[in-house]
């Protein structure tokens, strides 16, 4: 019951980028005692899963099974263990170590690396931080390792980043193209919505493919169970059917898009039994998944990890644009690609250019967007660094050209390590390569702030300075949701340690990023604006949201017509959004005009990119690209492919999700989906533990039988750690992380790590 609740505070969910809306209870002590789903807000309609139920209790220390939430910013001794300092002494030696770093390697040598969670007001502030003052182009987020694959199809195809469509396509469409990903159990309020339009009276068809069996494959009406890594061959068979039976929209075609002969000629040879040889799919389905595609009215797509993180994730974005230009069905109520992220605010950091892009999607190769960036930031010509990077590139013998934040650490040239609300010591590729470069013993390693809301966390485990921060409901600030529609969030509660402050006690990362811009400010003039000031000079988040959404007009994602006060009148708004036409933001593209106009392109990529409409007319670009098997196959020593993903009890690394009893208790440790035939031979029972072995580490997890996996496939959740103290009491020692076994290979484009297939031996431990 509610009845302790005495006010409820406007939210929205910090989770999944659903983004629900919420309420967060609070009692008369002060204290979160419960969340409703908020009736009015249209993306729930007051409804919310299991996650965002218990969501409260993460506010609450004497609630949580681990209570460590940090209050003390944290320097370590030599001993190896912790001493509390101020937060005084904890951003002098932030911003000394900055300084130390940038005068002996340079700018880049610092690197800073965030989230999908923070608002876009803390990656606004970030970005204008890293590039306007610290000037270093090493900024990246863990947004790569979610949703590059999506920026980058998007980008190159439509000439700009952003999901087309809206949820209320839900409702409107007739055949439902669901490609990697499994919202029954990731974004179970988005897949509320698709199981209500079954129901409707006008029936929309169900397409999954996946190469699991899971909660949503089982309620499709077709189910494409395909091989891993051969994506780009399936896309390039139904584009084959599809153009084959003259599904197209010739009409389309010709006025809005470029490159239709070359997509047709390569696909000619994707035939259906061909890409079956190749997918496993048997080739019916495969002219059946296509005709439902091509003959439907109105057709959605919905597409995630399966995707983005699989072999040629960009690339198969692109297709399932192109399939979309080549029916034209697009930028009408109903039909649209629709890419979804896993965090709340994946979004906001695309837009707010936190990490390695620009602020509002400005250009890095236009110098008239680098110019009025630095006009508004009040920096002198020529501040703002040339690119960004990426935070992890494929091991150099795999792609020897990249290089990335990883590849810094492993050679020494990466001074400082500045970690923000993100755990890679669990979600990166190739963990124990990882640890290697951070190890203490490692006498190149950089100097390691971690800035999280507990200790101990698992990339806190290397840290030299851990920042404690407030979390979601205990700060106010502005979250874009899949859909494009920027929710607001209120504060509800105060951060732990409150009443130690000035000197102690958890901050919002907003107020964290102001405390070392101030401080490197005072320090060095070379970190001011020529006016002599902070470059964070906003006092609250509203100011520094007013500010940015004046960064932001003009642009694709244009904000300039929202404020806190509309944003909750309204329950969210979509962006774009001017003061003349504040609710009509939608869908995008509804014109069949794009953004491949090089003087209108609002990304970062090179002048001479296929993509840029040479006409100036704005067309799409339809991209004809080739399957290519992926680096690792199971073969006679690794005969099973590997698979990883999400559960829906947990997010992410669990840092939050694993102190809740609640969703603890239902999945409380790792474990490995063996198929009933594999088992058998393996001569494994459920509850045994398994030696799961790659060619980069090997862990023991305990072996779940089902018909989930086919057989020669083992899928295992991405969610735990194996260095928390609780866990490795849990796991009696046990090293259980699955990305001690994944493969360090990135897609070409984007440089998304490729976590959905690599190959790995079972042995009965
Ligand atoms: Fe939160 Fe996503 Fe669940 Fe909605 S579906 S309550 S946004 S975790």
């Known amino acids: 019951t509610f009845d302790n609740v005495v006010q409820w505070v ?41 996650k965002g139920l218990y969501e409260y209790k993460v506010l609450d220390d004497n609630d949580l099974r681990v209570a460590e939430r940090g209050k003390y910013p944290l320097r370590r001794t030599s001993t190896g263990g ?87 396509d839900i409702e409107n469409t007739d055949c439902f193209f669901l490609i990697g ?63 084959a039976n003259n599904w197209t929209d010739n009409g389309y075609i010709n006025a809005n898009t470029r490159n239709y002969d070359a997509l047709a000629a390569k696909v000619a040879s994707y035939t259906p039994s061909y890409v079956s040889g190749i997918t496993g799919i048997p080739a019916a389905d495969i002219a059946l998944a296509a005709e439902w595609i091509g003959r439907s009215q109105e057709v959605w797509s919905l597409f995630i990890q399966g995707v983005y993180q699989a072999m040629g994730g960009t690339d198969t974005v692109r297709q399932i644009c192109a399939m979309h230009l080549i029916t034209g069905k697009i930028g009408r109520p109903g039909s649209a690609p629709f890419s979804i992220t896993g965090q709340a605010t994946a979004m906001s950091n695309r837009e707010a250019g936190g990490s390695s892009a620009l602020a509002a999607y400005r250009n890095y190769y236009n110098p008239a967007h680098i110019a009025e960036l630095e006009n508004i930031w009040d920096v002198a010509p020529g501040t703002i660094p040339p690119h960004g990077t990426t935070v992890i590139s494929s091991k150099s013998e795999l792609q020897p050209e990249k290089n990335s934040m990883v590849e810094m650490m492993r050679k020494g040239e990466l001074k400082v390590f500045w970690n923000a609300c993100t ?19 490692n006498p190149s390693r950089p100097f390691v702030v971690v800035q999280d809301i507990y200790e101990p966390m698992e990339t806190a485990h290397f840290a030299d300075l851990f920042l404690p ?28 340690g409150f009443e130690l402050r000035p000197s102690y006690g958890a901050y919002s990362d907003l107020e964290i990023i102001k405390m070392v811009a101030d401080k490197m400010a005072a320090m060095d003039p070379r970190f001011r604006t020529q006016s002599g000031d902070s470059l964070v000079g906003f006092n609250s988040a509203e100011e520094a949201f ?25 329950n969210g708004i979509h962006w774009p959004s001017t003061p003349a036409n504040l609710l009509g933001g939608a869908r995008l593209y ?21 993509w840029i409409d040479p006409d100036d007319k704005s067309r799409a670009y339809l991209w004809a690209v080739d399957y290519e098997a992926p680096p690792e196959v199971p073969d006679s020593q690794y005969p099973f492919w590997l698979n990883t993903g999400r559960v829906i009890e947990h997010f992410h690394s669990r840092t939050k999700t694993k102190r809740v009893a609640q969703l603890h208790e239902m999945v409380p440790e790792n474990y490995v989906e063996i198929s009933t035939e594999d088992a058998q031979s393996l001569n494994v029972a459920t509850g045994d533990l398994v030696r799961v072995t790659s060619r980069r580490g090997e862990i023991v997890v305990k072996a779940r039988i089902t018909d989930t996996v086919r057989n020669g496939a083992v899928f295992i959740p991405m969610h735990f750690g194996d260095l928390d103290p609780s866990d490795v009491a849990e796991n009696d020692g046990r090293l259980v992380s699955v990305n001690r076994l994944t493969i360090n290979y990135v897609d070409k484009d984007c440089g998304q790590p490729i976590y959905k297939h690599c190959a790995v031996k079972l042995a009965k431990a």
């Open 10 to 50: 406007y939210s929205v969910c910090g989770y999944c980028s659903v983004g629900c809306g919420l309420k967060i209870g609070v009692n008369a002590a002060g204290e979160a005692v419960a969340v409703r789903g908020n009736d009015a807000h249209p993306t729930n309609a007051g409804r919310v899963c299991v």
């Open 82 to 168: 912790w001493e509390s300092i101020t937060w005084d002494n904890a951003t002098s030696l932030i911003a000394q170590k900055i300084i130390e770093a940038i005068d002996t390697a340079g700018p880049d040598s610092v690197g800073i690396y965030n989230t999908g969670q923070w608002t876009i007001e803390e990656y606004y502030a970030m970005g204008k931080l890293g590039k306007g003052a610290l000037r270093t182009s090493t900024m990246d987020s863990n947004t790569r390792l979610c949703m590059a694959a999506a920026v980058y199809g998007y980008m190159t195809t439509f000439g700009s980043d952003g999901p087309p469509g809206c949820y209320d």
């Open 181 to 243: 990903t499994n919202p029954a159990e990731m974004h179970p309020q988005v897949w509320r919505r698709i199981a209500n339009a079954r129901k409707s009276s006008r029936a929309p068809k169900l397409i999954v493919v996946d190469p699991r069996r899971t909660a949503t494959a089982r309620s499709a009406d077709l189910h494409l169970q395909i091989k891993p890594g051969t994506n780009v061959a399936l896309m390039n068979g139904l584009l084959q059917q599809i153009i």
């Open 423 to 441: 755990n890679p010591a669990v979600t990166l590729p190739d963990l124990n390569a990882l640890y290697s470069y951070l190890d203490f013993s």
């Open 469 to 496: 921060a407030a979390q979601w409901g205990e700060k106010t600030g502005t979250y874009t949701c899949a859909e494009r529609r920027v929710n607001l969030g209120r504060q509800a509660v105060n951060p732990p």
């Open 546 to 570: 007013e500010e940015w959404k004046q960064v932001s007009a003009g642009k694709i994602c244009d904000m300039s017509g929202m404020s806190y006060a509309a944003l909750e009148t309204n």
């Open 590 to 610: 509804t014109d069949g005009r794009f953004n491949t106009n090089w003087d209108r392109a609002q990304y970062g990529i090179s002048p001479d990119a296929p």
